[in-house]
């Protein structure tokens, strides 16, 4: 039978969807569909929505066959990102109130989904993050413990908020959280999402999880230093985009700090020898480093102005998102 948000709605059902993004997933995908309830106190509608992001195997097949309730096929390789953001959309136009994204390779316990949701229903959260007990994890080499943790921190300082382990993919959503999101990258969305609900005032908590032994190698991880330039990329770009006035003030520090101590170094020179003309050079190239430090600051005003335009226009979309979802859900008279 296919489902119906606005009888839901009527009847007053509290539902919640977990979404799985796929690519070539029918081997692990049995065991990670096994290992999720299909009830949980606080909600009378527990259902699965699987996105398949281009899979050239039997993934789609493979999850009808395991009664997934709702399949979002994308056609085409997306990357992970977009198959996130599908899937997100979809659980909502099918009535989610929270939503709950977990890993096809069953790296996340799905018996941990209901401490995940607990601070939502306890109205504490509008995101929620499993964080994975990253030192205890066999598969993780020292290296990619300490990328973990240093990415953590660095999301930390941009997000404003105190999660701890940023790549983990295992989290939850109330409705309104999901239906403010926007992922402008491709490769990722998890530290991306956690930067922009810290810049639009989400409460964001993260709560301890369990994971299960590897099935298989990771395909967002090739290499460590592929991993390092990507996971840089998402950060510096969720900064300059979310907080951009902070962003290029820091760098404006940067010619404006080198400006600086050429000046103190002429000054230390005028002081001491009498070769004055000869370090005229220092003078220009201190000018220099102000006049760029200046422009970089500029460049950060005009940013921060533009996003206040960008803020409306995301106020703007999810007011019209609200509507379409509120039509959608609307009994037929």
């Not at 259902?47 to 195997?57: K, M």
């Not at 964001?204 to 099935?215: L, Q, S, W």
């Not at 009498?274 to 006049?291: G, I, K, N, T, Y």
Request: aromatic share 8%; hydrophobic share 45%; proline share 5%.
């Amino acid at each position: 039978m296919t489902p119906d948000p606005a009888a839901d709605a009527r009847s007053g059902a509290r539902k919640l969807v977990i979404q799985i993004p796929c690519f070539n997933e029918e081997q692990t995908l049995p065991a990670t569909l096994a290992d999720l309830p299909r009830e949980l106190p606080g909600f009378t509608v527990v259902e699965w929505l699987v996105v398949d992001d281009g899979s050239t195997d039997r993934t789609v097949d493979v999850a009808r066959a395991h009664g997934v309730d709702h399949v979002v096929e994308l056609g085409y390789n997306q990357g992970l990102a977009a198959a996130f953001t599908a899937g997100l959309d979809a659980a909502l136009r099918v009535g989610a109130d929270v939503v709950v994204n977990t890993d096809a390779d069953n790296q996340y316990v799905g018996g941990c989904i209901a401490d995940l949701v607990q601070p939502i229903s306890d109205g504490e959260a509008g995101m929620v993050v499993g964080e994975r007990p990253i030192e205890a994890v066999e598969e993780f080499s020292p290296t990619k413990k300490r990328l973990q943790r240093w990415g953590s921190r660095v999301v930390r300082a941009a997000s404003g908020t105190d999660i701890r382990d940023a790549a983990s993919g295992f989290r939850a959503f109330d409705r309104e959280t999901a239906m403010q999101l926007q992922v402008f990258g491709r490769y990722s969305y998890t530290m991306e999402t956690i930067v922009q609900a810290g810049w639009q005032g989400i409460r964001v908590v993260g709560v301890p999880i369990r994971v299960n032994p590897a099935t298989r190698e990771s395909r967002l991880v090739k290499s460590v230093p592929q991993y390092v330039w990507r996971s840089g990329q998402t950060i510096v770009r969720s900064f300059a985009l979310y907080k951009p006035f902070r962003f290029f003030a820091l760098l404006s520090t940067v010619p404006l700090a080198l400006g600086v101590v050429l000046v103190v170094r002429w000054c230390i020179l005028k002081w001491f020898t009498d070769d004055v003309a000869s370090r005229v050079p220092s003078l220009v190239a201190a000018a220099v480093c102000f006049v760029f430090a200046a422009l970089v600051a500029m460049v950060g005003l005009l940013a921060d102005l533009l996003s206040v335009n960008r803020r409306m226009i995301a106020e703007v979309r999810l007011s019209q998102r609200r509507r379409d979802l509120d039509d959608a859900a609307r009994p037929v008279e």
